[in-house]
């Protein structure tokens, strides 16, 4: 979607993050976290957060579920997202390795 820029993309070693051949553009770089380690995982935040609001709260059906979880997900602003998500010292880290 943006080619000239440099994405990032971790992923753990869950047999879905696997396959036998696999083409991966250069402004693409995959950061495998090593196995067994969640909290290196920027992603573990944003569901500790999630977890955290709905904890305590009572739903009587799916839906109801769903629409909590959208309400939690469009009240987050645009700086939210990145201080759950982007960790300086992964930057720095990534930097330090010539990525």
Not at 35 to 46: K, M, S, W
Not at 73 to 99: E, F, H, M, N, Y
Request: hydrophobic share 45%; glycine share 2%; with cysteine.
């Amino acid at each position: 979607m943006y080619p000239k820029q440099l994405h990032l993309i971790q992923v753990d070693h869950a047999k879905a993050h696997s396959a036998q051949t696999l083409t991966v553009p250069d402004h693409i770089v995959l950061l495998f976290q090593p196995p067994y380690c969640p909290e290196l995982n920027p992603i573990e935040q944003f569901w500790q957060q999630l977890k955290r609001w709905l904890q305590w709260r009572h739903f009587d059906s799916i839906a109801e579920w769903q629409d909590a979880i959208s309400q939690w997900v469009k009240r987050l602003t645009p700086r939210q997202v990145p201080s759950l998500t982007q960790w300086g010292w992964l930057v720095d880290a990534l930097c330090v390795a010539g990525i």
